[in-house]
Nanobody, 128 residues
Framework: QVQLVESGGGLVQAGGPLRLSCAAS????????VGWFRQAPGKEREFVAA????????YYEDSVKGRFTISRDTAKNTVYLQTSSVKPEDTAVYYC?????????????????????WGQGTQVTVSS
């Protein structure tokens, strides 16, 4: 049973940096993809980025490509999502999630239904 705990959210000024962490425990992630999703008020949850634990393949939603970076630290069993310049439209609750043994393709990693384990979420509020 994998447990995921997000951290790093809070109130951030537009144009400033942000780094979210997702710490995993309870099992190895060697056969997992770990993804970040976000849900803004009144909107559906949307895919942001994902990384394959073994090999490090990364995937991004088009709206954040080039601005957000997903990475992992295998020694710390932690996945990060970071940007050097947040925007007000990045305001949302950010969730990390883990999917076991899914096909390594953009179609599957973007689907929230592919993910079995979810964190509790961390609120990010960007002030303009």
């Amino acid at each position: 049973q994998v447990q995921l705990v997000e951290s790093g959210g809070g109130l951030v000024q537009a144009g400033g940096p942000l780094r979210l962490s997702c710490a995993a425990s309870g099992g190895t992630l060697s056969n997992f993809h770990v993804g970040w999703f976000r849900q803004a008020p009144g909107k559906e949850r949307e895919f942001v980025a994902a990384i394959r634990w073994s090999g490090g393949n990364t995937y991004y939603e088009d709206s954040v490509k080039g601005r957000f970076t997903i990475s992992r630290d295998t020694a710390k069993n932690t996945v990060y999502l970071q940007t050097s310049s947040v925007k007000p439209e990045d305001t949302a609750v950010y969730y990390c999630a883990a999917a076991a043994a899914i096909y390594d393709s953009g179609y599957y990693v973007r689907r929230s239904m592919s993910y079995t384990y979810w964190g509790q979420g961390t609120q990010v509020t960007v002030s303009s």
